[in-house]
Structure formats: structure tokens, C-alpha cells
């Protein structure tokens, strides 16, 4: 009922940048928050940043001042802002959608797209 798809991941050198995009489609009330999250080979997947509906922003310490999440609500659309990367940046970044379902009854739901590969060259 409610899909997330990631775009944007790529190859990029020491201090290059990258956007990455996560669009929600679907059935979608509401969406209460949006996040980021990566997994690095042999690490656990870990939080990068999170939006709220009201527009809080949260970061990770490791990419604070660096990394700059937003979305567009009139596109159901989330974005981050990666600059400055690291080789420790490097990893499948996930988009996570915390969403109220437009159905009857209006469940909430957690929603993951598929991924997109960043990898930063050092």
C-alpha cells in the first residue's frame, strides 16, 4: 500500500558530495517521520539523520555538520545532503517511512526502500 524507493547513491572521491532522494507513493495519510539509515560491510545498520512532520532535524554524530536532511512534503519526497564524504560514509543507505495508511482503519506503518550503494574512494 505505501512504497519508498532511494536514488541518488553512486561513486565519489574523498570530499566530493552526493543528494540522495527517498520519494513515498502509495496509499499515505500522513507522513509523521522520515529517516536515513546505511550499513557499512560488517557493521550493524545504524540512524544517519531524521525529519519529523513538524521538521525537527536529527543527525548521527558522525556526519553532524556535514549531512544535511529535508523533505518536500508536496512530494512526499526526503532528501540528504552529503558533503565533505568520508571512506567511513561508505555503506547502502536506506530511507525509512513512518507513515499513517490511507485506509479505514488508518494503521501506522514502517515502510524501507531498497536501498542505494554510496562508496567513497579514498
Known amino acids: 500500500q505505501v512504497q519508498v524507493a532511494e536514488s541518488g547513491g553512486g561513486l565519489v572521491q574523498t570530499g566530493g558530495s552526493l543528494r540522495l532522494s527517498c520519494a513515498a507513493s502509495g496509499m499515505i495519510f500522513k507522513i509523521n517521520s522520515m529517516s536515513w539509515y546505511r550499513q557499512a560491510p560488517g557493521h550493524e545498520r545504524e540512524s544517519v539523520a531524521s525529519?519529523?512532520?513538524?521538521?525537527?532535524?536529527h543527525y548521527a554524530d558522525s556526519v553532524m555538520g556535514r549531512f544535511t536532511i529535508s523533505r518536500d512534503n508536496t512530494r512526499n519526497t526526503m532528501y540528504l545532503q552529503m558533503n565533505n564524504l568520508k571512506p567511513e560514509d561508505t555503506g547502502v543507505y536506506y530511507c525509512?517511512?513512518?507513515?499513517?495508511?490511507?485506509?479505514?482503519?488508518?494503521?501506522?506503518?514502517?515502510?524501507w526502500g531498497q536501498g542505494t550503494l554510496v562508496t567513497v574512494s579514498s
Open positions: 525509512n517511512v513512518d507513515v499513517t495508511v490511507a485506509t479505514m482503519s488508518r494503521p501506522g506503518a514502517s515502510v
Open positions: 525529519i519529523s512532520s513538524r521538521g525537527d532535524r
